[in-house]
């Protein structure tokens, strides 16, 4: 993964010199702050990502099939996990099958999932999610992600209303193990405090940073041991910096 953007980039830098028949020295200058100020970054990614794991360990999780990870994830947005987790219990016990969510009366299933909040909108989101799938692939399942390329995975899912960048990307980490890095709110701010990623930079950005950054199959553990440090100690409000794990390293924290 880490490798990977300095290939494209360098396939890129080449194409565009190439193109000019001759090597500018500016771009030669630009491209080498620009792979330096990745590198220190991975390197600084790398030491949060030990830091985090020191205190607070590696966090496993339940693997669910696609199609079920996609929509609890789409049950959790806006909302807590004891909600998407409810929420989503209750769907399932209401119906034995993803065809017959598919297939319900949408106020049925509106119903069913009313604990996770926006009802109205997450099941006829739910239910048209499912019947795309069952069109594009001629059944719910959407295992063929596996076999494409994280981009071609990636455009797949947010072809499908309602999926945006970390509905995407938790598919992809959680059920089939791309390095893709999902940034919710904890995600963002933590990352913005410790100075992993410029202050402007928006959470949809930060996904393809946080790509970039998390060290080589450590994208699941990073993600949830993040989000644990931003409910835990980094909090929105007032952060308790005197007991943070990775304090050393950090921007906020640093400049207080
Ligand atoms: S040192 Fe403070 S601001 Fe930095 S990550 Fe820890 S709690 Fe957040």
């Known amino acids: 993964m880490v490798v990977g953007i300095f290939t494209c980039n360098l396939h890129h830098y080449s194409a565009l010199n190439n193109a000019s028949g001759r090597f500018s020295s500016y771009s030669l200058a630009s491209h080498t702050i620009w792979v330096t100020k990745m590198e220190e970054l991975q390197r600084h990614a790398s030491a949060v990502y030990v830091a985090l794991r020191e205190a607070f360990g590696t966090p496993h999780w339940t693997r669910l099939d696609g199609v079920s990870e996609l929509v609890s994830t789409i049950l959790s947005q806006n909302t807590n996990d004891r909600n998407r987790d409810l929420a989503y219990a209750r769907l399932r016990a209401r119906f034995n099958t993803w065809d017959l969510v598919?297939?319900?009366?949408?106020?049925?299933?509106?119903?069913?999932?009313?604990?996770?909040?926006?009802?109205n909108q997450k099941g006829p989101r739910i239910q048209n999610a499912l019947r795309k799938i069952t069109k594009e692939r001629g059944a719910l399942n959407i295992d063929f992600l596996?076999?494409?390329?994280?981009?071609?995975?990636?455009?797949?899912?947010?072809?499908?209303?309602?999926?945006?960048?970390?509905?995407?990307?938790?598919?992809?980490?959680?059920?089939?193990?791309?390095?893709?890095?999902?940034?919710?709110?904890?995600?963002?701010?933590?990352?913005?405090?410790?100075?992993?990623?410029?202050?402007?930079?928006?959470?949809?950005?930060?996904?393809?940073?946080?790509?970039?950054?998390?060290?080589?199959?450590?994208?699941?553990?990073?993600?949830?041991?993040?989000?644990?440090?931003?409910?835990?100690?980094c909090h929105a409000r007032t952060p308790e910096c005197g007991i943070c794990p990775v304090k050393h390293l950090c921007a906020y924290n640093k400049a207080r």
């Open 102 to 119: 598919r297939d319900a009366e949408q106020s049925t299933v509106v119903d069913a999932i009313r604990p996770a909040g926006l009802a």
């Open 146 to 233: 596996s076999s494409l390329s994280m981009p071609e995975a990636k455009g797949w899912l947010l072809g499908i209303d309602g999926v945006g960048p970390k509905t995407a990307a938790i598919v992809l980490l959680f059920t089939y193990g791309m390095p893709a890095f999902p940034v919710d709110t904890h995600v963002h701010r933590v990352t913005g405090r410790i100075g992993l990623r410029d202050a402007k930079l928006s959470a949809d950005a930060t996904h393809d940073l946080m790509e970039q950054l998390s060290p080589l199959d450590a994208s699941g553990p990073f993600h949830l041991n993040l989000i644990r440090l931003g409910r835990e100690i």
